[in-house]
């Protein structure tokens, strides 16, 4: 299994809700990110996750609250989000945190802020 | 300012020929670079990767060539066939390039598309 999902594919939300993305990878994997990517634009590095702690935030605004659970699941909680914050919005993993590994993406989930 | 560039957002190929794609980057701290390539509706897959410790990493159909000096790297995909058309993102990274450990800085990708 070399699969990294994500859930929901597509989700809409206005500017008062609060939802959340969902990231599942059962490869083992200890390090999980998230990746923002806007069009026509590289994804760019949100969060990430090694051994289960909040390794890396780069700067990322806190309505935007990610949550490891356990080894296997990465969340992103979003509350009070603005219409710039839709985008596509990328899990990943990768077997360790290291400059050398590749990383396993997930399909995206793409949010539009009303 | 971007550290990682590929200036062509797009290349058009005939079936069976050479697909080069091209990829600039700033930062000499960047020691590892990796090549993406993702279709519509799909997550960015990993294609191939190259260690700044070598010049050239061979795989099948592609080949990544890279030139330290010039701080320039190409994938080559030859021959090329319709299932490659895709876009392609450059990816570099570096343990000590001052960026956080384990960010891979994308390049805005190449669309490339190749004609039967």
Known sequence: DTEVTQTPKHLVMGMTNKKSLKCEQHMGHRAMYWYKQKAKKPPELMFVYSYEKLSINESVPSRFSPECPNSSLLNLHLHALQPEDSALYLCASSRLLANTGELFFGEGSRLTVL | ?116
């Open chain 2, 1 to 116: 300012d971007q550290q990682v560039k590929q200036n062509s957002p797009s290349l058009s190929v005939q079936e069976g020929r050479i697909s080069i794609l091209n990829c600039d980057y700033t930062n000499s701290m960047f020691d590892y670079f990796l090549w993406y390539k993702k279709y519509p509706a799909e997550g960015p897959t990993f294609l191939i990767s190259i260690s700044s410790i070598k010049d050239k990493n061979e795989d099948g159909r592609f080949t990544v060539f890279l030139n330290k000096s010039a701080k320039h790297l190409s994938l080559h995909i030859v021959p090329s066939q319709p299932g490659d058309s895709a876009v392609y993102f450059c990816a570099a990274s570096g343990m000590n390039y001052g960026g956080s450990q384990g960010n891979l800085i994308f390049g805005k990708g190449t669309k490339l598309s190749v004609k039967p």
